[in-house]
């Protein structure tokens, strides 16, 4: 079934125009489907697997004594205020 998947995404214009390609996440998603995970449980999981990664990376610059201030070289340029719909009513 992933091969199949990934078959049909790599030649979709939407994905082939984006220069989208199937990665981890894409397998990870049907293994935890075919292994009853729910899918609003799916982000949860996603990061999970991330999270060594995470925390290792915290750890080397809490650990340097060089650096001061942790410094994101990305700026958030979305929407600052929006309107929230209660799950209920969406």
Do not use: C
């Not at 125009?17 to 049907?30: A, C, E, M, Q, T």
């Not at 899918?39 to 697997?49: C, D, H, K, R, S």
């Not at 991330?50 to 340029?77: C, F, K, M």
């Amino acid at each position: 079934i992933a091969r199949n998947l990934e078959k049909v995404a790599l030649e979709d214009d939407y994905f082939v125009s984006r220069k989208l390609y199937p990665n981890v996440d894409f397998y990870s998603g049907i293994l935890y489907r075919a292994m009853g995970i729910p899918t609003n449980m799916f982000t949860v999981m996603f990061a999970l697997g991330r999270l060594p990664g995470w925390l290792s990376h915290w750890r080397e610059q809490r650990d340097d004594d060089s650096a001061r201030i942790y410094r994101p070289r990305q700026v958030y340029t979305g929407a600052t205020i929006r309107d929230y719909t209660a799950i209920e009513n969406r």
